[in-house]
């Protein structure tokens, strides 16, 4: 019995011991497909990762070659254009220097004319001269022979009348030999010069075609007192702002800028073309631009200074110094001429912001935005007063009135 029952525990044993074996055997294997399966997973996951990168980079470098390709169609664009507007000036060059050509071969023409009128008169003079030499050498002759051969004949046996023929002779040459009888068409050469005078006005009333062109752009605005900082006055006009250096008690409106000396219009643009023209005249320190409405106004936050944002594009004045700025990036200029009034141009159609010297329209730089995401305002700062000698102020010279309609 003995026997038996430990052969039976013997075999019980080696049912657990299977049975152990078999679960452990399952749970191997079951971890192993499990392993497998996240591997799987994995490697598929990382794969698709791949694929996506790829992906997004080959739209990276299409967007790239696109870009590089309308760079070089603008640089053509451009060149195109350059080139049919310097065969346009070469035309009106061209058709100056045949109009002078012509004028001039007309006075030259008339010139000669009147100088060989002058000629001829010239040799019927020394023609008689020639005479009247000639006269006098036989006279000479005669004399001498009547000197020492009185009895000769003489070749001027009639001096009287021979005098009173040749006083005719001269007289009647002086009168027909006159200078004065000859000359140009003053009053002809005096219509060419006021012709040309006329035209000179004409093509400089035109010129420089662009300060026409860019004055046609020129849109009316005002200053928003309530965007001023506390230490700027408006002008009741909304056309000037000047720094002083006392703390105005003014309400602290949300869109009031409270540490950098800025204002910005009461009007906003956000299509076509549109021209400003603001006087610096006497200033030492300014900067003015344009702006988003959202541009930051309150604290010191760098990106409330014009130009050193996202939201906003300028040109600054400081001790001689020009810098153009956006996003923070300066832009120095190679100006060092105080200028008195400065042009700002926005084009919407072509995302560009240009500062210019307005009297001469000089241009001082462009930004290209490619496209604007929001309204546009004139933004000025008149500065702090720098060591005294900054005290005038900013203006636009195109402002309305605030009464009037916007």
């Not at 100006?335 to 072509?350: E, N, Q, Y």
Request: proline letters at 5%.
């Amino acid at each position: 019995m003995v026997i038996i029952a430990l052969l039976d525990e013997a075999a019980l044993t080696i049912d657990i011991t299977i049975s152990l074996f078999r679960w452990q055997q399952h749970n191997k294997c079951l971890f192993i497909n499990q392993s497998k399966r996240k591997t799987e997973d994995k490697v598929d996951t990382l794969e698709k990762h791949q694929e996506c990168l790829e992906r997004q980079r080959e739209a990276v470098k299409y967007r790239l070659k696109k870009l590089a390709a309308r760079q070089s169609e603008i640089a053509k664009k451009s060149a195109v254009m350059r080139e049919s507007i310097i065969r346009k000036y070469q035309e009106i060059q061209a058709v100056l220097d045949e109009d002078l050509r012509r004028t001039l071969s007309h006075l030259e023409m008339e010139e000669r004319a009147a100088v060989s009128a002058l000629d001829g008169l010239m040799e019927e003079n020394c023609s008689l001269i020639q005479e009247i030499e000639q006269d006098l050498a036989r006279l000479t002759v005669a004399m001498d022979q009547t000197d020492t051969e009185p009895d000769t004949p003489s070749f001027f046996s009639y001096p009287e009348q021979q005098d009173l023929e040749t006083v005719d002779r001269v007289v009647d040459l002086l009168h027909r030999t006159d200078p004065s009888s000859v000359s140009l068409d003053e009053v002809k050469a005096d219509q060419i010069l006021s012709l040309t005078n006329s035209m000179l006005l004409l093509i400089s009333s035109q010129t420089p075609i662009i300060k026409k062109l860019t004055k046609s752009y020129s849109s009316e605005v005002c200053l928003d007192p309530e965007t001023a900082h506390p230490k700027l006055i408006i002008s009741p006009q909304g056309d000037s702002t000047t720094y002083t250096d006392t703390w105005q008690q003014l309400p602290d409106l949300p869109g009031r800028f409270d540490t950098t000396l800025n204002v910005i219009s009461l009007q906003g643009f956000s299509f076509g073309r549109h021209y400003w023209e603001i006087d610096v005249t006497g200033k030492t320190y300014w900067e003015l631009g344009v702006t988003y409405p959202n541009i930051p106004r309150k604290g010191t936050t760098e990106d409330c200074w014009l130009g050193r944002g996202d939201e906003s594009w300028c040109v600054e004045f400081f001790d001689g110094e020009y810098t153009a700025w956006h996003g923070g990036v300066p832009h120095q200029l190679p100006f060092t001429k105080r200028f008195c009034r400065i042009g700002v141009l926005c084009s919407f159609p072509a995302g560009l912001v240009t500062f210019l010297e307005a009297d001469n329209m000089t241009p001082l730089f462009s930004f290209c935005a490619g496209t604007f995401s929001d309204c546009l305002h004139l933004a000025l700062c008149p500065g702090h007063d720098h060591n005294g000698t900054n005290a005038e102020p900013v203006v636009i010279c195109n402002a309305p009135s605030p009464t009037s309609d916007l």
